[in-house]
């Protein structure tokens, strides 16, 4: 049998509270049953249904009345009690203190008393042990199996420095957000430069836009040009039609020569001004031809053509500078991403809990940049993180429980449970065995 922690030896290693002795009475399915633990620590062993999960709450319940069982009292019995002693090293001297749960069928719920070693009683009991163990009813497995978010919960409220941590998972959430999008708009517009269908020659063309005006203007010019010019050829058909009308006048006048011949002079000397007035407007359309605008129309769709050209060419040169822009813009959030992950991770190895190769993110809990998930870390080494949450969870009472130790092999146990005891802890081990009724026995006996 292991040997006992006597009260000099605790103040001696300076160890802190821990399980010293456990006596059940009528409690669920156990009569009777007492346990001499003296701050070793120890495994239950048994089958399933003969008592192994009432020694751990008997052990429990007085330091948290959330493990309580429904039914406490033994079937027939109209009355139960629970007593735990615990004791080790506290606010620097040996203290040692006696947990009482009675229950009766009226207060199922039970009534805890607290008594020190020289059997004074404690006011107010429950806050008294909550205020002096903490989070005994952590359980390592269970919380190794939460969510992420739980279990990023708990890790960044044991840091001390989860505010800041917050602060600086924001600031990367929202760089890391900035870089992506800076990193696609680059892309496209890397894509939209590498895929346009000009050629450098039309690159060099294009560069440069045409001015409109001068053409606009001359249009303009050849527009009055050719209303002047369809003014002549007007005067001409009316000369012409002055013409036809004269002569037919003439032939009506003949009959009246004698009597109209000074008319007909006068006609004759007006024919002749109109015939001079023909032959020069002839003469003039022989020198003239009748302007055209389909030359300007070419032109003036060519320089618009030319100036879309011009204005796409222009796009991809402002398209080249946004995409060198963000690409820059792009690389600098990523120095500014890993700066701020660097003081992040100067935080945590700097807060009250850092253990070497934990890290985690707004999202996610790393081990040595591996994922900390079961199929990713073995299961030793995720209980040693889980023990490591526990320890910093409960400051006070060094006892860590381990629930359905089943999991684990002979050897891995028996690492687990040294390595707990390196760090100063008792642990409470429960084991399903097919051959043995419920029982306690130390961890030194069994491995």
């Known amino acids: ?47 399933n ?14 330091l948290n009345s959330k493990m309580l069982p429904t039914e406490p009292i033994k079937k027939g019995e109209e009355r139960a009690k629970i007593s735990v002693t615990i004791g080790g090293n506290h606010f620097g001297s040996y203290s040692e203190y006696i947990l009482d749960m009675y229950f009766t069928a009226k207060d199922k719920k039970g009534r ?32 190794l199996h939460d969510d992420k978010a739980n279990k990023l919960k708990t890790i960044k409220a044991l840091t001390g420095v989860s505010d800041e941590i917050d602060i600086i998972d924001i600031q990367i959430k929202k760089t890391k957000e900035d870089r992506k999008y800076k990193k696609q708009r680059a892309e496209d517009l890397e894509a939209i430069l590498n895929n346009h269908a000009f050629t450098p020659q039309e690159i060099d063309m294009y560069s440069r836009t045409i001015d409109l005006l001068p053409i606009q203007q001359e249009m303009a010019g050849i527009a009055k040009a050719q209303k002047d010019y369809d003014g002549v050829c007007h005067k001409i058909t009316e000369f012409s039609s002055n013409v036809n009308r004269l002569n037919y006048s003439i032939e009506e006048k003949q009959e009246e020569i004698l009597r109209l011949q000074n008319q007909i002079e006068g006609l004759n000397a007006e024919i002749a001004s109109n015939t001079e007035n023909i032959q020069k407007g002839e003469g003039w359309l022989a020198v003239h031809s009748r302007p055209s605008i389909e030359g300007i129309n070419e ?25 060198i822009t963000c690409k820059e813009e792009a690389n600098k959030m990523s120095v500014d991403i890993t700066a701020l992950e660097d003081k992040k991770l100067k935080i945590i190895s700097n807060s009250q809990f850092n253990i ?4 985690f993110t707004d999202d996610d809990i790393f081990l040595d940049n591996i994922p900390l998930e079961e199929g990713q870390v073995n299961t030793a080494r995720l209980f040693e993180i889980g023990t490591e949450v526990a320890i910093a969870m409960n400051p006070n009472l060094k006892v860590i429980f381990l629930h359905d130790a089943s999991l684990f092999d002979h050897e891995a146990l028996k690492t ?6 390196e760090r100063g802890y008792q642990l409470v081990v429960e084991l399903v065995s097919e051959d043995n009724e419920a029982e306690v026995r130390f961890t030194e006996e069994v491995l």
């Open 112 to 143: 805890l008393t607290v008594t020190n070693a020289d059997g004074e009683s404690v006011k107010s009991p429950a806050t008294f042990i909550k205020g002096l163990i903490g989070n005994v009813s952590f359980d390592i497995m269970k919380w």
């Open 356 to 359: 070497p190769g934990l890290t």
């Open 49 to 62: 249904g003969t008592g192994k999960s009432s020694i751990i709450q008997a052990l429990m319940s007085p």
């Open 416 to 421: 687990i449970i040294r390595k707990v005891e």
């Open 1 to 47: 049998m292991a040997k006992k922690v006597t009260k000099q030896e605790n103040q001696e290693n300076e160890s802190d509270l821990k399980f010293l002795g456990l006596e059940i009475e009528n409690f669920k399915n156990l009569e009777k049953r007492k346990v001499d633990i003296g701050g070793q620590s120890i495994m239950v062993i048994g089958k």
């Open 299 to 323: 032109r003036i769709n060519q320089a618009i053509l030319h100036n879309e050209k011009c204005s796409q060419i222009g796009n991809l040169a402002s398209h080249q500078r946004e995409m």
